[in-house]
C-alpha cells in the first residue's frame, strides 16, 4: 500500500459537516480529490481550513496532465514533498506534525517510518544496481540521496 493510501484529512467529520457533505478520509481518495481539485463548496469552510486545502491544492493538484487530479501527479509530487522534509532532517513525528500544520493532513508516524525505511531499501537496490552496471556517476548519486534519508 502506497504511503498516500495513508494520508488523512485533519479535523475530517468538522470540514464534511463545513461542506455539507460527506467525503473520505483518505486525502488522496478519488471523491476527496474531486473537492479539493474542483473547489465545490470551499466557501463553506472557516478561513484557517480554506486557506490550508487550498495550499495543499495549489502545491499537489496543479499539474497540466489531461487526466488532472487521477494522473498520478498529486502522490508523486507528495512523496517528493515527504522525501524533502526527511532530507531536512525531520523524523516520522516531526514529518506528520509540519504536514499536519501546513495542509491538515496527517498520518501515523509508524507509516511514515516504514515509508522511509521502504524508500532506503529502494535506493540501497538502485545502488547496487549501479554497481553492477558499473555506473559510478549513478552510483554515487543514488548513494549521497540515501545518506539524505538516513541523516
Known amino acids: 500500500m502506497a504511503i498516500t493510501d495513508k494520508i488523512y484529512l485533519k479535523n475530517h467529520r468538522q470540514l464534511c459537516s463545513q461542506l455539507e457533505t460527506t ?16 473547489g465545490e463548496g470551499l466557501e463553506k469552510l472557516d478561513d484557517a481550513s480554506r486557506e490550508r486545502v ?9 499539474c497540466d496532465c489531461p487526466d488532472n487530479p487521477y494522473c498520478g501527479c ?7 514533498y515527504l ?11 516531526a514529518i506528520v506534525d509540519v504536514m499536519s ?4 493532513v496527517y498520518a501515523y508516524p509508524g507509516d511514515v517510518l516504514s515509508f522511509l525505511d521502504d524508500a532506503v531499501r529502494t535506493l ?6 549501479a554497481a553492477v552496471e558499473g555506473d559510478r556517476e549513478a552510483r554515487e548519486r ?3 540521496a540515501g545518506r539524505e534519508l538516513t541523516g
Open 142 to 144: 543514488i548513494r549521497s
Open 83 to 93: 522525501l524533502e522534509l526527511r532530507s531536512q532532517g525531520l523524523g516520522p513525528d
Open 23 to 38: 467525503v473520505p478520509k483518505g486525502a488522496f481518495k478519488g471523491a476527496t480529490l474531486d473537492v479539493l481539485f474542483q
Open 124 to 129: 540501497e537496490a538502485a545502488e547496487a544496481l
Open 74 to 80: 498529486p502522490e508523486r509530487k507528495f512523496v517528493r
Open 54 to 62: 487550498l495550499e495543499f491544492a495549489e502545491d499537489f493538484l496543479d
Open 101 to 104: 500544520d501546513e495542509y491538515m
